[in-house]
């Protein structure tokens, strides 16, 4: 079992930027590809980012290619979210989620329920 905690959400301004941390617990944290979806009030969760599970490689939602960025320490056991040039439509409670079966590739199109492990999420807001 995977205990993950969110951190770094607050209310920021159009413009502004943020870099949100989910620290995991456990020591087989490499062994899951990590991933950060979020839910905006009255709509359904969407992907966000993933990242492979040594790091090396990266997908994001199409909304957020060339703002957000996503890593991973595998010391630290954390992943983050950087987020620039934030947007008012980037206000969402952000999750991050783990799952030991899936790819990074393939980890964005998943259902809730597919996905292993979640974070009780960090609110983000973005004022304009």
Known sequence: QVQLVESGGG?????????LSCAASGRTFTSYV???????????????????????????????KGRFT??????KNTVYLQMNS???EDTAVYYCA???KTTAQAMG???????DYWGR????TVSS
Request: net charge positive.
């Open 70 to 75: 996503i890593s991973r320490d595998n010391v």
């Open 109 to 115: 199109g998943r259902r809730d329920y597919e996905i």
């Open 11 to 19: 209310l920021v301004q159009a413009g502004d930027s943020l870099r």
């Open 86 to 88: 934030l947007k008012p």
């Open 98 to 100: 783990a799952d030991l």
């Open 34 to 64: 990590m991933g950060w979806f979020r839910q905006a009030p009255g709509k359904e969760r969407e992907f966000v980012a993933t990242v492979t599970r040594s790091g090396g490689s990266t997908y994001y939602a199409d909304s957020v």
């Open 121 to 124: 999420g960090t609110l983000v």
